[in-house]
């Protein structure tokens, strides 16, 4: 926790005139018995905490650190969630970890600065990732913490014994999440109504005693003594509203994903189950039938690509998605698609591979199956989300690619983003949103769909052919009207036209903005869900006397023109991503970065344990040998650059050619 | 979401040609590339009889979506001058599916062979069945492959030879009429690619029928498996035998015709020896996934008060603040 102003022990100056000032900590020593009610003391005000939960996945705790959540987002305080869920149908070992701040948060944060803990394991498990002076808020009823390690504050709660007390004999220990949401909002000062106003609508339209019991739960957990036990109160510093700011809203990154395709006009699609892709699915099933359209749960994946690409040809540019094996499966029709250059969006919501690997782990390992996935010269387009806010302006971008160049476009996420929560400012629908519409104009005369000098425009069955051709979409090559042939010639030209429009597409992509030091140190170069640790990185790096940039890619291939500068301007480039080094030491951007520039100075720095990047771990790999101040890492920082999405863009978004596909 | 035209520079010209008065569509006008089937292949007759369909029923040219996966029958689409797309193997149901679904508009036509529908697309074709999406599938069954030169088909009977069999098939083949009776196709029919008027009917038949309609008909691969079909064409010695369905005439003799709509009568004319008999074996009323899932958007957006894009998506937003 940062401090920010006078605490009860040190009763220092205004801090705020010096944020480097060293602050009064955390007592340390271990707060076993009762004491007086402490509840007199005046709260201690902090920018910026980290939560973690730790428990089994049946305890709910990923719904109590949802609230904190969504409360930090509804209070205009800044937050990012991490979280990890066992692959089992129910219990095993999870994590919710939420940090919340006054400032702009780009990562979870390497160390919690509070750790609840249910059970022995939770302690014993992640007592590591507690920084010292934190505090350990445990479960007595089930935990029994090692007191004479000094380290850290001890908070025993019989969480158990009154939850059950709290609610009765039928609900045994359900409820434990929501006691403790009580309990962290009376430590934390937290805004006790809108907390309650959460619950209540998160439990509407369910039997009222549910909502009942929910909120016996809560009041349980913050009428508890906690004054006793622990000495210190904390206070988030009011967020002060900038003119003309936003709202805030908070999402996951799957459901940043499924609203952006909604907002991009995508109303057709089709997927079948797995993880960490379900829930993108399960959006899309319940809201497109209400602009609409519609989402179909397939047989398989390959009947759910398949689908997809019979609404695209339909005339409305359709979405699949899937994790790594379903996307193994979908590969030969995406084949087609880039074959008959058919608009389709497809989402990979990467986890650990290969086959069925760490199904609920994070990996960066599928870009190698995005870019080149499938047999033959097949083009497509490749994005990559950065953060949640990110996951819904890509999708706008995809749609926005896939409509007007007729091609599959990838948008890769990973499990970090789709279970990670974060507050965004609202994006401006109005400007945003896309109506999709069937273009049936008829075509004139010697209209040709493929023409070799053009980008191919895909017409939806029920345009008429005044000249009475009739255009095929077809899998084999083709001539200008989609008819096979065996010409060496045309073959040679078709593959040039559906590789030349990628080419033209990467001249209007923007080069991206570097952070930090624009030339001389260490260019740490990254893409996909590690955009916060990365950028956390070079911050603390330049702070420590490092000159140091950050170059993060949206659009992974084609790659933006211009990057041979960037990389000219620096003395090391090193390309940080979650995957493995493979047989020749690079990662899988690192290996295209470096075909692609023929650059020796790009390094790779990788890892494949299925955790995000702390910033430790980049820094360790990125500057090794050298140790940093432990500092904690400030918060501001930059405003993430959605070039070419920014609302200042957004009319560019709107001039799609009309390809015949809404 | 609109469905409307979206104007475009200099379409009023385009826009009154498109209205203006359609001329009668030909044979000629809906023949593309000439078929690279072999001289004497029975798929010739199926594709002669769907121009037939076309012609007869006049339907708008630029509605009829031609499809097919992949196979020599598969080549369909490219014979036919419309709208079409020749998939890749065994994943055309979805496709057809997809369209059929976003496009009721649509004529949606599915061609394909036995390996194509019953092998490598078995699971999608079983789907589509169940699903009831509505669509018209003809099944061109020539008891082998064809296009990769005589290897063993999933009807292919017990004893074939084949160059992957090359001491005689040995595997249980697929009964079409069963596994589509039980899989949950709405109409389900069998024809011969000599009997054309027969195949006409059926092809008339289906179209009509809301749902998922599949019809399997005999259609000789003269180059790898000649003959096979001889028993069941009366110019070879065989006999046709057409399934004689109930007239509802209230007459003595009508009790022992066939009920189209007895599942179970289906399944036991389904179970006669080669090569059995022909016509409708099974056709049900059951709603279609598309009037489904229509009726469920419907609902949807009325239950909301038919709101805007916009409107909806902000509701949404505002409830995540």
């Known amino acids: 926790m940062n401090e920010t102003s006078t605490s009860v022990e040190t009763d220092a100056p205004n801090s705020k005139d010096d944020p480097t000032a060293p602050r009064g900590s955390i007592a340390t020593a271990p707060s076993t018995g009762p ?37 930090a987002g509804r209070s205009a305080q800044d937050v990012m969630t991490y979280m990890t869920i066992p692959a089992t149908i129910s219990g095993g070992p999870s994590i919710f970890q939420v940090r919340m701040g006054t400032g702009e948060v780009l990562s979870a944060g390497d160390e919690a600065d509070f750790l609840v803990a249910f059970y022995q394991h939770s302690y014993q498990d992640h007592i590591g990732c507690l920084k010292e002076g934190g505090v350990l808020l445990y479960d007595s009823d089930n935990v029994a913490p090692d007191l004479d390690d000094k380290r ?167 979405v699949t998605g899937s994790a790594g094996p379903g996307i193994s499966l979908k590969t030969e029709a995406i084949g087609w698609a880039s074959m008959s250059e058919m608009p389709l969006i497809i989402i990979n919501v990467q986890r650990g591979g290969p086959s069925t690997g760490l199904p609920t782990n994070v990996e960066q390992s599928d870009l190698f199956q995005a870019i080149f996935g499938g047999h033959g010269d097949s083009p497509r387009v490749v994005l990559a989300a950065s953060t949640v806010e990110d996951c819904f302006y890509i999708a706008i971008e995809a749609a926005r690619i896939a409509r007007k160049y007729s091609t599959p476009v990838f948008i890769l996420s990973d499990t970090s983003l789709a279970t990670r929560i974060e507050a965004f400012d609202e ?69 040039a036209k559906r590789r030349n429009k990628l080419r033209q597409l990467a001249e209007e992509i923007p080069v991206p903005e570097i952070y930090g030091d624009q030339d001389g140190g260490t260019l740490l170069v990254g893409w996909g869900s590690t955009y916060g640790p990365i950028h956390d990185a070079v911050k603390l790096a330049r702070e420590n006397g ?49 075909a692609r520039f023929c650059e020796p100075k790009i390094e790779s720095a990788t890892k494949t344990d299925g955790l995000t990047f702390r910033v430790k771990e980049i820094l360790e790999r990125v500057f090794e040998g050298r140790s940093f101040a432990a500092r904690k890492i400030p918060r501001e920082g930059l405003a993430i650059v959605h070039t070419g999405t920014a609302p200042e863009n957004v009319k560019s978004l709107k001039e799609v050619v009309p390809q015949g596909v809404g | 979401m609109s469905t409307e035209n979206t104007p475009t520079n200099g379409s009023t010209t385009a826009t009154a040609l498109a209205e203006s008065p359609r001329e009668k569509l030909t044979k000629k006008a809906i023949t593309a590339d000439h078929p690279t089937w072999c001289p004497g292949c029975g798929d010739f007759a199926v594709l002669a009889s769907y121009y037939k369909v076309i012609e007869k029923r006049q339907l708008d040219h630029e509605k009829i979506v031609t499809l097919a996966g992949i196979g020599c029958s598969s080549r369909f689409p490219y014979f036919v001058n419309g709208y079409g797309a020749h998939f890749i193997h065994g994943r055309a149901v979805p ?17 394909g062979g036995d390996g194509d529908g019953f092998s490598i697309g078995g699971n999608h074709l079983n789907h589509g069945a169940r699903k009831n999406v509505n669509l018209t599938y003809f099944i061109m069954d020539n008891f082998v492959y064809g296009l990769t030169k005589k290897q063993t088909s999933p009807t292919s009977p017990i004893g074939f030879k084949s160059k992957t ?78 399934i004689d369905e109930k007239k509802y005439d209230n007459t003595p003799e ?5 009920d189209v709509t007895d599942e179970l009568a289906a399944y036991k004319l389904a179970q006669l020896p080669f090569p059995g008999v022909f016509g409708v074996f099974y056709e049900s009323d059951r709603p279609t996934k598309n009037a489904l899932e229509k009726k469920w958007i419907d609902t949807t957006r009325e239950k909301l008060g038919n709101p805007t894009d916009l409107q909806l998506l902000q509701k949404t937003f505002d409830r995540m603040k």
């Open chain 2, 254 to 258: 009508d009790e022992l015709r066939h």
């Open chain 1, 152 to 318: 850290f504050v001890y908070v025993g709660v019989p969480i158990t014994g009154l939850t059950v007390e709290a609610l009765g004999g039928t609900a045994k220990d359900k409820g434990k999440n929501i006691f403790i949401l009580g309990l962290i909002a009376k430590i934390f000062h937290l805004d006790v109504d809108k907390l309650k106003a959460l619950i209540t609508e998160k439990f509407a339209g369910k039997d009222e005693s549910i909502v009942n019991t929910a909120l016996m739960a809560f009041q349980a957990g913050y009428g508890y003594p906690v004054g006793n036990v622990l000495t210190k109160q904390y206070r988030f510093e009011p967020h002060v509203p900038k003119e003309g700011e936003r709202a805030q809203i908070t999402m996951d990154g799957n459901q940043a994903l499924a609203y952006g395709l909604i907002a991009a006009g995508v109303r057709f699609g089709a997927g079948y189950p797995i993880t960490p892709w379900s829930s993108v699915m399960e959006i899309l099933r319940s809201e497109l039938p209400k602009y609409g359209g519609l989402f179909v749960q397939a047989e398989d994946e390959l009947g759910a690509v398949s689908l997809a690409l019979g609404f695209s040809f339909s005339g409305y540019l359709a």
């Open chain 1, 546 to 594: 490092e000159k140091a940039g950050a170059l993060h890619l949206r659009h992974v291939h084609p790659l933006p023109n211009g990057l041979e500068k960037i990389f000219a301007r620096f003395k090391r480039i090193v390309v940080v991503e979650m995957n493995d080094q493979g047989i020749y030491g690079f990662g899988q951007l690192a290996t295209i970065l470096r």
């Open chain 1, 35 to 71: 004491a007086s009610d402490r509840a007199d003391l005046r709260p201690e005000n902090i920018n910026d905490a980290v939560i973690r939960l730790a428990g089994d996945s049946q305890d709910g705790i990923q719904s109590a650190g949802a609230f904190l959540a969504r409360l």
């Open chain 2, 165 to 242: 069999d090359p001491t005689g098939a040995i595997d249980q083949p697929v009964n079409p009429m069963k596994q589509l009776i039980s899989a949950g196709a709405s109409f389900v029919a069998r024809t011969h690619a000599t009997q054309v008027n027969h195949m006409i009917q059926m092809i008339e038949r289906a179209m009509d029928h809301q749902g998922f309609s599949v019809i399997e008909c005999l259609s000789e691969c003269v180059e790898f498996f000649p003959g096979a079909f001889d028993p069941a064409n009366p110019r070879k010695g065989g006999a046709f035998s057409l």
């Open chain 1, 427 to 495: 994006p401006e629908l109005k400007d945003l949103m896309i109506d999709p519409t069937l273009d049936l104009t008829p075509r004139p005369v010697g209209f040709k769909p493929y023409a070799v000098d053009q980008i191919t425009q895909h017409v939806p069955p029920g345009a008429r052919m005044l000249d009475g051709k009739y255009p095929l979409v077809s899998g084999l090559e083709h001539d200008e009207m989609g008819h096979p042939t065996g010409s060496p010639k045309l073959h040679m030209a078709m593959t």
């Open chain 2, 95 to 111: 496709l057809a599916s997809g369209i059929s679904l976003a496009r009721p508009d649509l004529h949606v036509f599915l061609f």
